[in-house]
């Protein structure tokens, strides 16, 4: 989507800087909420769990442009996910986190998603990402299959790689495109490449209850602009069956 028609209608989807050395894939559920993968809040490297002060987000980033950028004010992920389970398949079941900006993107270009909880096998979805081999616009893939789905985790035949993680997955029942799923690795699944997606039915209800216990903090710092980086997030492996 190199062009501002191509893209237009997905300036909700936005790229995560992350502490400037990385970056995710986040989507707008709310003016003020993105929706994204537990993983991509942690430090590769050192396993250590980022501060929001290190993560910025920036709507509809295309070839050096955003229609908003916006610092985090906090980030919640599902109480269950553990960042160590790299190589264990189940890590990806609560892979999801809600991040809360620290001012509403009040664009009208810019239009939050709906969500939606459940997809059939063979279902066609979409994914709008980033990613490390075409970091600078976002590429949308609208012809996936859910091949299955396993203990809450969607796998699918989207093309995903490094900077996809928590990339929204849609489904386009009515002609309206909204979230179902959110990229969490890639992996193989009966011998081909597969992503693997975290169905959004259970997680997404325990990510939300987790959001709204936390207090929120006070607005007391001035924005700021992380640097740009090319680097994208790591996936897990996961293994076929």
């Known amino acids: 989507m190199d062009t501002g028609d191509q893209a237009q209608g997905w300036e909700a989807v936005g790229r995560l800087e992350l502490n400037g050395r990385g970056f995710c894939t986040g989507a707008l559920i709310a003016p003020d909420l993105v929706l994204t993968a537990a993983h991509c809040l942690y430090d590769k490297s050192t396993g250590k769990r980022l501060s929001v002060e290190q993560i910025e987000f920036r709507a509809g980033w295309r070839n050096g442009r955003a229609e908003a950028y916006r610092n985090i004010r906090r980030a919640v992920q599902h109480p ?37 909880m459940s997809l059939g096998r063979g279902s066609t979805v979409g994914v709008v990402s980033y990613a490390e081999d075409r970091a600078e616009a976002p590429s949308y893939q609208k012809m996936c299959t859910v091949l299955g789905e396993q203990e809450g985790i969607y796998v699918m035949s989207c093309d995903v790689n490094f900077g996809s993680s928590g990339a929204p997955v849609f489904s386009f029942e009515n002609g309206q495109a909204r979230i179902v799923s959110v990229v ?21 209800e325990d990510v ?29 492996k996961a293994g076929g069956g």
Request: charge should be positive; proline fraction near 6%; charged fraction near 20%.
């Open 80 to 116: 269950d996910y553990i960042f160590g389970r790299q190589n264990d398949v189940r890590r990806v079941t609560n892979d999801l986190a809600v991040l809360q900006l620290y001012h509403p993107i009040k664009n009208t270009r810019v239009v939050p998603f709906e969500t939606v």
């Open 184 to 204: 969490s690795a890639k992996g193989e699944y009966n011998a081909r490449p597969v992503s693997l997606g975290v169905a959004l039915d259970g997680p997404f």
């Open 208 to 236: 939300m209850a987790a959001f709204s216990s936390v207090k929120t903090l006070p607005d007391n710092r001035l924005s700021t602009q992380q640097q740009r980086n090319r680097t994208g997030a790591k996936f897990l």
